[in-house]
């Protein structure tokens, strides 16, 4: 992981931490960089020292686990394969209706050895991996213009407009919710992009995907952000717990894993050999890169979700005394697959098509519209204008014709725009919305489960097919305008 002068270091701090899982990588010590970081490939890979491996635990053998930002108890009785039932008779302490746990918390948690592990290197914090308040003082065009590569003067056209340089990156960062020095050191590992002069990879594939389907840096950002989402947020909710390596080899994370580095470790795992994948996700492989960029990512204050997280106060999202269609049950908020935080309701009158309406779609909560785009709007409740900041109400396939204008503060129930087709795909009218805090998705199910004037969302058998339950009366999403299917808001 470090040169071998220091290897030994290295080991001694890893022995210290390995029953807390706080081990992290002591970038300061990597030299500056000169010229680009070499893309990981099969004839130029010096691998990194092998830390320790976990030891065979006993079953139901009590480890010590220090809470990470964003953790919750499901989560961690899935890593450790064991049950929340159990950590909780480990841990009375911990309080009935606990959401989020606190950064810091010291727990004692049941574990049954799996094998397979993977390595206990972490190499980025969770909150500089989602676009959250530690990005608000980065400016990528400007970054990205007073770097000397090839990717300033980069431009490609991408949803109904051109983009150049730091836009593409902006671009991806705010509709996916990653940090965008995190999408930049990614490209810079892979293409040297950001300093080197020329291009020298695939210009259709300088990713190294290969796919005939995503042709260009773009097209395959977009699938790559994708699969890293949902790996972030696969860990994060427990419903990832192993993936696949390029040469068809099983792969358990370290169950005292972030999620960050969950999700690349499952993205470079798809796309590089096994000396490549263990380079990249080594101290001397993407964190490096990162680090040269951008400085160490661990002496920046991160833990942007805190213990006992609570959502405020929701309405549905139209006006009271009307009655609409749950079309959509959990799903993905941007994207496909994870992660599921997003929630569809529509007009009874043009549930099943594109029919217009008149209809309005209204704010769940008092905020200020802090984006709008193809579409969508961005209502940010806490009225900093940042989105990346507090909670966010995020709304897609609204009429753009009816979109307030930035800036425009609406209170609980104000009309937020009228439901369509319009923006991304949908094969009838209706609204989407999904929560952020602090730049996080947050699941429509689960410990902060979305609650809509105590209506709670659940998962179904698949995405879209979830319930929302309220007392004894659980209605079942439906894309057609079935009595069955609709609330009423207000009651």
């Known amino acids: 992981m470090r040169k071998s002068h220091i290897s030994l270091i290295v080991i001694f701090l890893f022995l210290v931490t390995i029953l807390s899982g706080c081990f992290q990588p002591d970038i300061d010590t990597i030299p500056e960089a000169s010229g680009m970081t070499p893309a990981p490939g099969e004839d130029q890979i010096t691998l990194p020292t092998a830390l320790p491996t976990r030891p065979e635990y006993s079953p139901g053998e009590l480890v010590d686990y220090t809470c990470q930002t964003g953790d919750n108890l499901p989560a961690l009785a899935a890593r450790f394969n064991t049950t929340e039932m159990e950590i909780r008779k480990a841990n009375p302490v911990l309080p009935k209706d606990v959401t989020t746990l606190p950064p810091g918390l010291p727990l004692k948690i049941p574990i049954y050895y799996r094998a397979l592990w993977g390595t206990s290197y972490q190499i980025i914090p969770d909150g500089l991996y989602v676009n959250g308040p530690a990005q608000k003082d980065f400016d990528a065009v400007a970054f990205v213009d007073n770097m000397p590569g090839w990717f300033k003067n980069y431009r490609v056209w991408v949803a109904k407009r051109w983009y150049q340089g730091g836009e593409v990156i902006n671009y991806l960062a705010e509709n996916n919710s990653i940090s965008p020095r995190l999408l930049l050191a990614l490209i810079e590992y892979q293409t040297g992009a950001l300093t080197q002069a020329a291009m020298t990879v695939s210009e259709e594939s300088p990713m190294g995907l290969n796919d005939p389907f995503r042709n260009g840096l773009v097209e395959e950002m977009l699938y790559i952000v994708n699969l890293l989402n949902n790996g972030y947020y696969g860990w994060r909710t427990g419903s990832l717990i192993s993936f696949e390596r390029k040469d068809g080899r099983l792969e358990f994370p370290d169950p005292w894993q972030n999620a960050a580095t969950v999700a690349l470790q499952q993205y470079y795992a798809s796309i590089l050999n096994q000396e490549g994948y263990q380079l990249a996700v080594s101290g001397e492989g993407l964190a490096k890169t990162y680090a040269q960029l951008f400085g160490n990512p661990w002496a920046v204050a991160s833990d942007h979700i805190p213990g006992s997280l609570q959502q405020p106060d929701f309405s549905l999202p139209f006006s009271s005394g009307y009655s609409w269609a749950f079309t959509g049950g959990p799903h993905t908020a941007w994207g496909t697959g994870q992660p599921l935080a997003a929630l569809?309701?529509?007009?009874?009158?043009?549930?099943?098509?594109?029919?217009?309406?008149?209809?309005?779609?209204?704010?769940?909560?008092?905020?200020?519209?802090?984006?709008?785009?193809?579409?969508?709007?961005?209502?940010?409740?806490?009225?900093?204008?940042?989105?990346?900041?507090?909670?966010?109400?995020?709304?897609?396939?609204?009429?753009?014709?009816?979109?307030?204008?930035?800036?425009?503060?609406?209170?609980?129930?104000?009309?937020?725009?009228?439901?369509?087709?319009?923006?991304?795909?949908?094969?009838?009218?209706?609204?989407?919305?999904?929560?952020?805090?602090?730049?996080?998705?947050?699941?429509?199910?689960?410990?902060?489960?979305?609650?809509?004037?105590?209506?709670?969302?659940?998962?179904?058998?698949?995405?879209?097919q979830g319930e929302l339950r309220r007392f004894s009366r659980v209605v079942v999403a439906n894309q057609s305008s079935e009595i069955s299917s609709q609330i009423q808001a207000g009651q």
């Open 344 to 464: 569809d309701f529509a007009p009874p009158s043009v549930v099943g098509g594109c029919a217009p309406t008149d209809e309005w779609s209204t704010a769940v909560a008092d905020g200020i519209i802090a984006r709008t785009g193809d579409a969508l709007v961005i209502l940010d409740l806490d009225g900093d204008m940042d989105e990346r900041t507090g909670w966010a109400i995020f709304y897609l396939h609204l009429a753009n014709s009816s979109i307030p204008s930035v800036g425009t503060e609406l209170k609980k129930g104000d009309p937020i725009g009228i439901p369509s087709c319009e923006g991304g795909h949908a094969t009838g009218t209706h609204v989407h919305i999904a929560r952020k805090y602090n730049g996080e998705w947050i699941p429509a199910e689960g410990v902060l489960a979305f609650n809509l004037e105590g209506w709670i969302a659940f998962n179904g058998s698949a995405e879209y």
